[in-house]
Each structure stands twice: as C-alpha cells, then as structure tokens.
C-alpha cells in the first residue's frame, strides 16, 4: 500500500509554492509598494522602490489592482478591515475618495506593460510656517482642562484621529466602552501605518478631510507619530532624522495638520506618545513629542494628554506591565511600541468620563402656592421671588 503524498514529486511541490508565491505578489503589490515607500532613507529603500514600483505598474496596467481594491471594499463593507478610507467609501459610494495608490502615467494603447513607469511620489510642498519655540520636554502627567458639558438633549461627536497608536488598543476600548456614554457619538478617522513625516506615502491633509465626510466633530482626539522618527526628502533634499533642518520642517508638518483639525472650531487632544521599549527608538519618540508638545501648547484650541504617566513608570519611563483595576496586566503589546487594551484602557478611563460629562437638567422654579385662608401678600410674594432664586 502505498502512503499518502501530497506532493508526487519534488518538482510538483516547487511549483506549488512558485504559484501561491506568484499569488501573493499579486495580490500584495500595492502593500509591497506601500512597505517600500515607507521604508527609511538607506540601501534597502534604494533597492526595493524601483523593483516594487515596477511590479506595482504592470499589475495596474493588467487591470489586477482594481480587482484587489474591489475585493478589500468588499471586506471593509462587511467589517473585515480598520482602513477608515475604505469603511467610508463603502459606505458612500456616490463620492469618490482620493485614491492612496500612487497614480500610474497613462500609456498608449498596445504598449507593452514593461514599458510602464510608475509615477514617483513627491512630497508635497511644506507651508512655511512661522516655527514655535521648544517648550523643553512634555510633563509626565498632565490634567485635562474643564470641558464645556454635552448639553441636555444634545450629542457630541469625537474624532478620533491618527495612525496605528489610535488604531491599536486606544480605540478598540474606546468603541468598547462607548455605549455606556449615550450622547458620544464616534467617528473612526485612523489609519495603521501613516504618519505626518512621509506626506508622499499618506498625505493627512488631503485624506482627512476625505476620510471625514460630513461628520463635524466636536472633539477630536489625536494619536499619531509611531513612524516619524526618520529621515525624509523634500524638493530633492534629504532631512536626515533629528537634524535642526529636520526638526524645523516636521515642526511645520505638525502645525499644519493641528491647524487642519482645528479649522471646523473643534477642541483638538493630543495623547502624547507612551514611552518605547527600544532606547534608540525611544529617544526618537521623545524628540517627536518634544515638536509636537511645543505646537499643542501654543493652540489655545488644543489639549496636551501625557499617556507618560500613565501607562509608564512612575518616572514616565517604559513598562511593560502595571496594575489595572487592583490586578497586574500587561500594559503594551509584545512590539514594545503600541499600547494593549488594558494599558489603553487607563487612558480611556479618563478620557470618557470627561468627553461624556452631562449637563445638568435644572427642574423648573417651583412658584410659591398661597395657603388657603392667608391674606398676607407680603408672604406670598417672598415666596414667589424664592421660587425665582
């Protein structure tokens, strides 16, 4: 009797594995362009731009792209995604979103693909902006400020903004605890893998608006800058990561996307990132919370919400466990980078309550009714001008 093989021969399994290797790099080529153009200035960017751009264009010209951009709607439509450009164009399908793929140069009819080239991304120009002095580094705990209450009767709607430091553990238990906060009404406007230093790669100010619709927040709340600690071209210019070159341009890419949030009139909160894990990743963060906390704190519109020490040591200083509600949990995921659901859960339990802070319904004055058989008018009106206090 002879035993069960899969594979007849060793030729047969090798091209099992080129086919289903072929597949994914079809179906993966905008995230393999994507994962190159974010990649930092070095050798392995150099390399892999050009050899993902190429492979991108020539499935754009197959029509293929279009196939897997309608396959990831389909799942974003049925709930399999946190991409809140694809969720919103799902949704509405009569205002067509601004495309994140690159654009691809329009070709002649009967090229061959290989001819293609892929359009080269370029950041968009920086406004000159004028810069904020350094407010030295953000406070390891920071109070928030008397918010106007949700007025009786009335909803307040919270943006909640940024790249995978929203998207992973701040707003999954922020929708989690959201229901017990009736007139909170949350918008999903973030998006894993972005950030403000690489504008050429996802352009806040152009997707946020889009991703927005015609939702007008009330309150935004803001986490973002996990993956601006590199370097970045501009105009043909390298900024090399912490340089005073770099740091005066990202400071400007901050303002101008704070100023982007706060052109509607809505309260702005920044959450600071957490301290890291690594040390050399972590002196990056700090440099990015140094920018963005001197920006914040020059917007009478924006908030400052250290998660230092929060979900850090008693120092602001990297842990990976802490106690939660009378028990040790572990407070980041295993990445040393994003928060988990019970270190984000510290944040929540003191953003929430605050956002959903209720008005209170004072009962209508009560007017003084006269006692049957009392005469004295003097009585009667000091209880009427009573009932008015």
Known sequence: MHGYQRFSTVRQMAVSVAVFAALGLVLESGGLYDWAQRLDLGPER????????????????????????GALLELARTGWGDDAALVAESHVRDVELK?????????????????????????????????????????????????????????????????????V??????????????????????????????????????????????????????????????GFVEDGKVYAFGTPEWQALYERR????????????ARVVWVGLPPMKS?????????????????????????????????????????????????????RQADGIHMSDEGASLLTEKL?????????AVPPANLATPVTGVKDTASVGLGVESGKL
């Not at 007139?183 to 100010?205: I, N």
């Open 99 to 167: 495309p994140t793929m690159p654009k691809v140069v329009a070709s002649v009819p009967n090229v061959p693909a290989k001819t293609i080239i892929a359009e080269v991304r370029v950041a968009p120009k920086t406004p000159m902006l004028p810069l904020r002095p350094m407010a030295g580094d953000p406070p390891v705990l920071s109070a928030l400020p008397l918010l106007a209450a949700v007025p009786v009767g009335k909803v307040r709607t919270v943006a909640l903004v940024g790249d995978s430091m929203m998207a």
């Open 254 to 265: 901050v303002q101008a996307f704070l100023g982007l949030l706060e052109e509607s009139g």
């Open 46 to 69: 150099t390399v892999a731009v050009p050899v993902t751009s190429a492979l991108h264009a020539g499935l754009r010209y197959l029509g293929l792209e279009r196939v897997r951009h």
């Open 279 to 331: 040390d050399s990743y972590a002196a990056k963060i700090a440099l990015v919370n140094r920018i963005d906390y001197a920006v914040v704190s020059a917007s009478p519109q924006a908030i400052w919400f250290s998660s230092a020490g929060v979900v850090g040591d008693g120092q602001g200083r990297f842990q990976d466990f802490g106690i939660v509600h009378g028990a040790t949990a572990r407070l």
């Open 352 to 360: 929430l309550p605050w956002l959903g802070k209720q008005e209170v």
């Open 169 to 230: 553990g701040l707003s999954s238990t922020i929708l989690r605890e959201a229901p017990q906060y009736q007139d909170l009404h949350f918008v999903r406007v973030f998006k894993s893998g972005t950030g403000l230093a690489r504008p050429e790669v996802f352009d806040w100010q152009v997707e946020y608006p889009a991703m927005l619709k015609d939702n007008k927040p009330d309150v935004i709340v803001v986490a973002i800058g996990a993956n601006d600690g590199q």
